[in-house]
């Protein structure tokens, strides 16, 4: 584990140095015999033009990892207070016990399915259940130091990479969904903004973060009073502004108005504003030059 946190951190802070990556403004390209990467190609949309060189794709994963859980391992399994799920993994992939219906998108089971589509290796027993197995955060804390959460954090934690090019391979598939469920009026602009957002390394990982973090927009369950706050609200409601890090900071003033939204109009009884900090502060590093 000592080995695996020295080179993760050897890997950002190569990346963070090298002035080649800084100037580099490619971005992501699924694996091709994968149903996002087919569904991209399929349709025809000019996504971020080439893969991303490994020190920058461990920098994201890096990233994500510090902005769902600080970048440590006891993050990797996680319960909110007052929420009926666990997160898991360095994304906070959600993942419902038997029987809980909720208005979120389940992400750990299309995790564990694109992991053993790529033949992830010793994939622990219990991440492969087809409903958590925890009925309630108070089970899964007291099981927090047993042998199968112990196990999935230590797999998840060998895994990061793996973690990393499903969240890319997401975000790649976000933008045919959003054009096919935006209404037709917002389509040019959606496309205009992403296009602008992507023209940068640090627009590029924030397209990537944000589904990942709140999703693409287009399950009409994620929505408060009719009113959502994945990709493709945060989309519509930027401004017009020019390619590079214009794009990049509207981008992230745009998801914090959208989010703000989100808690004004939240159930009271959940109390979505003690997130608004660290929400903003999250969106705060896609404005800020990778």
């Known amino acids: 584990m000592q080995d695996l946190r020295i080179f993760l951190a050897l890997a950002l802070l190569l990346g963070s140095c090298s002035p080649g990556n800084r100037a580099d403004e490619t971005s992501i390209r699924p694996p091709a015999n994968s149903t996002a990467a087919s569904q ?62 909720g208005r979120w998108t389940e992400t750990w089971p299309e995790f564990i399915r694109f992991a053993r589509e790529r033949r992830a290796p010793n994939l622990p027993a219990v991440a492969l259940l087809p409903d958590c197995p925890w009925s309630s955060r108070e089970e899964f804390l007291q099981e927090f130091n047993g042998p199968s959460l112990s196990g999935l954090r230590r797999w998840l934690a060998t895994a990061v990479e793996l973690q990393t090019d499903f969240i890319m391979t997401k975000s790649r598939a976000a ?21 602008k957002v992507a023209s940068t390394a640090n627009g590029t990982y924030a397209l990537i973060d944000y589904v990942n973090f709140k999703g693409d927009g287009t399950n009409p369950r994620e929505r408060y009073k009719e009113q959502g706050w994945g990709l493709m609200w945060v989309l519509m409601e930027m401004q017009s502004v020019a390619r590079g890090q214009s794009a990049a900071r509207e981008f992230a003033a745009a998801a914090k108005r959208c989010l703000d939204r989100r808690v004004q109009n939240s159930p009271p009884d959940r109390g979505e504003k003690r997130w608004t900090a660290g929400w903003h502060n999250r969106c705060n590093t896609y404005a800020a030059p990778f």
Request: with cysteine; hydrophobic share 35%; aromatic share 10%.
């Open 175 to 195: 933008l045919p969904r959003i054009m096919n469920a935006a209404p037709v009026a917002h389509r040019a602009h959606i496309k205009d903004c992403y296009d």
């Open 40 to 101: 991209v190609q399929n349709q025809g949309f000019p996504m971020q033009n080439a893969s991303l060189a490994g020190n920058q794709r461990a920098r994201i994963g890096m990233k994500i990892w510090k902005n769902e859980s600080g970048g440590k391992v006891t993050g990797l399994t996680h319960w909110n207070i007052g929420e009926e799920f666990p997160s898991l993994g360095i994304g906070h992939f959600i993942w419902y016990p038997r029987g809980f219906d």
